[in-house]
């Protein structure tokens, strides 16, 4: 989390953006975000034309720094520092249940992350992560699957780590995507979320649109 002083109201947003990615010494910058939570309980991003005074109400705001953006290949992120991040906001995604997928994808993702954390493969060290840390909801029945994957990266830098683990990440469905609740014409509850394929449409986990960008010019016009 990123606290503002109370000099720093009067700035624009971009400026603040600006001064938290230099102070992460950060130059792929225009994947990522700053988000506070809006007074209705709700997060949104910080719109960077605007003064943060005019955006901020909370007396003492605090800021999420995340991707906001990601691409559909992650092998395009030039610098150790993004994959790094990117890394960090799967595993978070990961563990708060966000990033949906199958058993065998999260035990694969979790492997990656305990080689990146730990090293190679140790009974004694692997139990004691996967005992005191919660990777990925419901692990207890997936620790065995771990285990098997992890003793397979023997060798693997925590570099190399991030590189495997976003490369499975990308291939699941929910890869990247943040919904936002809404309401269709009917009443119906939906979901929206923003990607590289353009506006996604769904219930759940599963798509029933995507509007892609060449349809939202068309629509707009």
Same mark, same amino acid.
């Given at each position: 989390?990123?606290?503002?002083?109370? *000099? %720093? +109201?009067?700035?624009?947003?971009?400026?603040?953006?600006?001064?938290?990615?230099?102070?992460?010494?950060?130059? %792929?910058?225009?994947?990522?975000? &700053?988000?506070?939570?809006?007074?209705?309980? *709700?997060?949104?991003?910080?719109?960077?034309?605007?003064?943060?005074?005019?955006?901020?109400? *909370?007396?003492? =705001? @605090?800021?999420?720094?995340?991707?906001?953006?990601? =691409?559909?290949? =992650?092998? +395009?992120?030039?610098?150790?520092? $993004?994959?790094?991040?990117?890394?960090?906001?799967?595993?978070?995604? &990961?563990?708060?249940?966000?990033? $949906?997928?199958?058993?065998?994808?999260?035990?694969?993702?979790?492997?990656?992350?305990?080689?990146?954390?730990?090293?190679?493969?140790?009974?004694?060290?692997?139990?004691?992560? &996967?005992?005191?840390?919660?990777?990925?909801?419901?692990?207890?029945? &997936?620790?065995?699957?771990?285990?098997?994957?992890?003793?397979?990266?023997?060798?693997?830098?925590?570099?190399? *780590?991030?590189?495997?683990?976003?490369?499975?990440?990308?291939?699941?469905?929910?890869?990247?995507?943040?919904?936002?609740?809404?309401?269709?014409?009917?009443?119906?509850?939906?979901?929206? @979320?923003? $990607?590289?394929?353009?506006?996604?449409?769904?219930?759940?986990? $599963?798509?029933?649109?995507?509007?892609?960008?060449?349809?939202?010019?068309?629509?707009?016009?």
């Amino acid at each position: 989390e990123i606290f503002l002083l109370d *000099s %720093e +109201q009067k700035i624009l947003g971009c400026d603040f953006f600006n001064k938290v990615c230099g102070h992460l010494k950060l130059l %792929e910058k225009e994947y990522f975000g &700053l988000e506070f939570r809006h007074h209705n309980g *709700s997060y949104v991003w910080l719109e960077l034309l605007k003064p943060l005074a005019k955006q901020i109400k *909370s007396d003492d =705001p @605090a800021f999420r720094f995340i991707v906001k953006f990601f =691409p559909p290949d =992650p092998g +395009q992120l030039q610098k150790s520092l $993004t994959r790094y991040l990117f890394a960090l906001q799967i595993k978070q995604d &990961l563990s708060n249940g966000s990033l $949906t997928c199958n058993d065998n994808s999260a035990a694969l993702l979790v492997s990656h992350i305990l080689q990146a954390e730990i090293g190679d493969y140790d009974e004694e060290l692997d139990a004691h992560h &996967l005992e005191n840390k919660q990777y990925v909801p419901n692990q207890e029945y &997936l620790d065995h699957k771990i285990i098997r994957f992890h003793k397979k990266h023997r060798g693997h830098t925590p570099a190399q *780590s991030d590189v495997h683990l976003l490369e499975v990440a990308r291939k699941l469905d929910m890869y990247g995507i943040r919904p936002h609740p809404a309401h269709d014409g009917e009443g119906m509850r939906i979901n929206l @979320a923003v $990607t590289h394929m353009g506006v996604l449409v769904f219930q759940t986990c $599963t798509i029933l649109l995507v509007y892609t960008t060449h349809f939202i010019h068309l629509w707009r016009i």
